[in-house]
């Protein structure tokens, strides 16, 4: 046996004994994680892969279960319904929790994020940016803000959908260039960048991930990223702030939840391997080079206070935008 898989394996093996991760583990029930979207999306593959990798450390089997629907309302209602028995968690991105609660009341969302579901680690962060087409010419924020002051027909941008980061981040970025932008959502991430490319949109704001591609082949021109600062996915793209706009409506991420009340030695045994596996070079290959996506643990307590803070900076921007999402 080659010198290297030796201590790996020797690795796993101290690391599971002292985190209590033992043989008789591979007697228990499997673990589910509900997804709130189709299969293929990159929180799905976030969770497949979790799952692989998880399911191997804690020598028990993990099984993703896709409950698509409603912005993934869907999965977070059978998250608080399901036992808190550390046998059933949620892996989604911010917006569901964040945003769907301050769009919607408990009696539509029959859930209450902060009492109902317990935060258990951050996995994966992910910057927005705003890219344009290159027809336009412009090649940061400050020649954007004087083009689409110059044609405000022009002020308008695709998102992935209405209601979501993405759009009340278009929003704050019209205030920020004191020029107001309008929002025109779509079905997904996909068709908005095919009428970017085309010319029927004329910016996109969106995870990176999605059109970096483009950008490569010179079709698009990402202008910006809205975090505080660069993500290591966009090292070469400088953020609002640093172009002289004081705006900064964070990166994305995407989480685990379990239902409120879950054993804590059960979520602390997750939550130790999730910060174990996603610090394994394979899965972080996976995650930067193919899905652009940052590993980026932080454990519950962290979680917590960021969901709480997004939470207080969100609710009076949504509230002033006057957005009345479909039930």
Known sequence: MKRQTVFKLAAIAVLSLGLGWGAQAQD???????????????????????????????????????????GGRMAAQALKASAPDGLTYMIAPNATPVMQT???????????????LAPVAVLVTYPLAIAVNTQSGVKNIKEYAAWVKANPKEGSFGTAGAGGHTHFSGLQLGKAIGQPLQVVPYRGNG?????????????????????????????????????AKR???????????????????????TGMW????????ELDRVQNAI???????????????????????????????????ELQYWAPIIKESNFKPES
């Open 191 to 227: 068709p908005m960048v095919t009428d970017l490319l085309g010319g029927q949109v004329p910016a996109g704001i969106m995870t990176a991930g999605d059109v970096l591609q483009y950008q490569k082949s010179g079709k698009v021109r990402v202008l910006a990223q809205f975090g």
């Open 28 to 70: 228990k029930a499997p673990i589910k994680i509900l997804v709130g979207f189709p299969p293929g999306g990159s929180t799905d593959l976030v969770a497949r892969l979790l799952a692989e990798k998880m399911a191997v450390v804690l020598k028990q089997p993990i099984i993703v279960d896709n409950k698509p629907g409603a």
């Open 102 to 116: 301050l769009l919607y009341p408990v009696e539509v969302l029959k859930y209450d994020m902060l009492k109902d």
């Open 275 to 309: 910060k174990y596996v996603l610090a394994l070079p394979e899965v972080r290959e996976q995650l930067v080079n193919k899905s652009t996506l940052n590993p980026d643990f932080k454990p519950a307590s962290e979680m917590d206070a960021l969901q709480r803070k």
């Open 258 to 265: 379990a239902p409120a009340k879950t054993p804590q030695a």
């Open 231 to 253: 993500s290591p996915l966009l090292p070469d793209v400088p953020t609002l702030i640093e172009q002289g706009y004081n705006l900064d409506t964070g990166d994305a991420w």
